[in-house]
């Protein structure tokens, strides 16, 4: 899966665990953050719930899944036995962390947008801590961003940037923060492109090109088409812990919103959209309901079956995803394949 804007799962953010035991007299990481103000982000919320709501079908946009409890839920759908984007893609980082960053030239600028919980960050950074000067981090969950400089202070990076914020205004921030003389690496890992429609993702690979510069590059993390039985169980364990994660954010509507959404009164479906080479998640009402949220002054009525498309995740072939960069005007791209977890990452580099 992949979670974020407007949708992510592997994601725009990870859980909040506990923060990783330090090592030894290991100075604290810059922790700088740039922060919106809680009343801009409840605004923003309230008016992008209305907007949403009032399309045909209904949607919400996920990015709003990754409060502190919908990240937690995140970080379990991780770890469940069918949902193997996460491990499968900690494996390639493992594997070829060397091969991926031996291109680029020294130093080395990270900037990881939808960080999460920093997991897959910390694998590539610990292969050579001290290349890094500055490693900046983008999401829109604070818990997610308090874990992730915790991870990167355990091993040892002293200078880090957050960034509480999307993936196009994280993007830009990190690109004024860039130290001089030194090359960038943007990684969008986690298949977050998936989160895109077609165009969509076009546009945002379009975007991150436009701010990198000769000598840096893009490390992609894209989920490849599988059968539909594995893409429905990902998307709909037997555990229901996707299921949770979907009604959290009705729950969360409620809690910040004054939403009066009955939890109970919705299903998680998930569904696969062979034509468009995508997952669907839905929220689907049980019964006739009228639902009420008071910060956004909105009332709306929900037949039995109606649905609220939460999600979308586009899945790739690997020859695809080469295309895209080469569209959005990168130079040759690299890949390495989990072949039978059906998950590829691609380094796109900018052409000299």
Known sequence: M????????????????AAPARRGAVARPTALMSVPTEAMLRDAFAADVTEYLRRTPRQLPS????????SSL?????????????????????RHAREILRPLPHPVSLAELGCGSGEKLAILVSSAVDRFPLIQLVDVSPAALDTARYRLEALGVRASLAHRATYEDGLERAARHRPAGASLL???????IGNFDPPMARDLLARIRRVLRRGDALLLGSDLVKPERELLLAYDDPL???AAFNRNLLRRINDELGGTFDLQGFAHRATWNAGARRVEMHLVSRLRQHVRIAAAGFELTFE????????SSYKYEPSQVLEEGLAAGFGRGEQWIDRSARFVLTRFSVPV
Do not use: C
């Open 63 to 70: 990015k709003y899944f990754y409060d502190e409890l919908g």
């Open 74 to 94: 995140f970080e379990a759908i991780g770890r469940l036995p069918w949902y193997r984007i996460t491990r499968a893609e900690s494996a390639l980082l493992a």
């Open 240 to 242: 229901q812990v996707t």
């Open 2 to 17: 992949a979670r974020t804007l407007p949708g992510s799962r592997g994601g725009p953010a990870g859980g909040a665990p």
């Open 304 to 311: 039995p079956d109606e649905t609220i498309w939460t999600e």
């Open 186 to 192: 943007v990684l969008f890992l986690g298949s977050n």
